[in-house]
């Protein structure tokens, strides 16, 4: 059986503060990681599993796939020569992407991803990227906690969007 879970506050990275560090840039311009979207949906998912502790069960995973299938879910693949080191993965509903989770084998690669998923975002005019919960990790690119009603407007002008992932 799968939970459901309503944090409030909710935590959000406003499309347009996210932050890039100086280091983080250079090493997105320097091609040292490659970058793609929904071309290993379920490899981001496994890797997002291989903790020790992980809500990504077999069930999920099939679920997930299924709203993969549908266009509803969506993946940020990073890679390294040819191997899959980073990625992440949420639910689309119209403006609105609700960051799952992300993974990385190699350093900074789940931040490559996470910049690659905002920059993918604006660039298609979203309106809202849901992260779920703050941590100080999250907040240096940006992420802010916002109470419930405000989550709620947000969500709804979001959900009132037509956007393509």
Known sequence: MMGWYRPD?????????????????KTITSGYFQTTCDTDFLGVMIGCSKRPETWITEEFLTSYEGLHKLGKAHSV?????????????GVQLGGAF?????????????????????????????????????????SHFGVI????????????KALAMTCEF
């Open 145 to 156: 906690e916002i109470p419930d009603a405000e989550y709620i407007r947000r969500l709804n």
């Open 98 to 138: 609700f960051a799952e989770s992300k993974f990385h084998t190699e350093t900074d690669a789940s931040k490559v991803a996470l910049a690659m998923l905002v920059e993918r975002l604006n660039a298609r005019g979203f309106a809202l990227l849901e992260v779920q919960y703050w941590t100080e990790h999250l």
């Open 77 to 89: 693949e990073v890679w390294r020569e040819g191997r899959l080191v980073g990625g992440t993965y």
């Open 9 to 25: 506050p909710r935590a959000i990275l406003p499309l347009d503060a996210f932050h890039v560090s100086r280091s983080l840039k």
